[in-house]
């Protein structure tokens, strides 16, 4: 599939990759196809996002938010409260035996470990299966506006379509209408007056 995609959306999947590393992350998620999009800063998509008023710092500002700095999201946390533990006193915890900040000391020191343990021959993250989802459903966009092509406009189509991701989650928490969004990348694609 990849061999369809434009120079811009390799690219953006490459960016995709390296922000899911910055982030410590163990896929690749909407999310971080997300980001990719906007710090391609090229193309329909990064257009249309950067007009919907996102920037690469508040996505990743609301990424964190979502998923929290540990790297649970809220439904892990919500589990977690199930059983009767609560993150917040973990932490505190945490950070009273071991020193403020003592939590992202170890997720700094864990990420460097991690990047080196991970980019080590292929240097390859694995795609989330929604992200993949996301990929598949930017080439049926695609070939729903009849392109034989697929550039970003058609990642951030797919990432619309896909609905349920955490980068649909930072679009709605942002305020942008997935609508909206999709109507503004329609404009620009020349399919809609």
């Not at 906007?38 to 500002?61: D, F, P, Q, W, Y």
């Not at 997720?107 to 021959?121: C, D, I, L, S, V």
């Not at 390859?124 to 506006?145: D, M, N, T």
Request: charged share 30%.
């Amino acid at each position: 599939m990849f061999e369809r995609f434009t120079d811009g959306a390799r690219h953006t999947v490459v960016l995709a990759q390296d922000q899911a590393r910055e982030l410590c992350a163990a896929h690749i998620g909407t999310e971080h196809l997300l980001l990719g999009l906007l710090v391609e800063n090229k193309g329909i998509a990064a257009s249309a996002l950067r007009s919907a008023g996102l920037t690469v710092e508040a996505v990743r500002a609301e990424i964190s938010r979502v998923v929290g700095p540990d790297g649970l999201g809220h439904e892990d946390a919500d589990a977690l409260q199930a059983i009767g533990i609560d993150l917040g006193t973990v932490r505190a915890r945490i950070e009273e035996a071991f020193g403020p900040g003592a939590l992202e000391r170890a997720a700094r020191r864990r990420g460097r470990r991690w990047r080196r343990r991970r980019t080590g021959f292929a240097g390859h993250i694995p795609f989330s299966p929604r992200a993949k989802k996301v990929l598949e459903l930017s080439l049926r966009e695609a070939l729903q506006l009849r392109h034989n092509y697929i550039g970003t406009e058609h990642v951030l189509l797919g990432l619309l379509r896909e609905g349920r991701g955490v980068a649909t989650l930072v679009l709605a928490r942002r305020g942008i209408s997935s609508d909206d969004l999709r109507r503004r990348i329609l404009v620009a694609v020349g399919k809609v007056a």
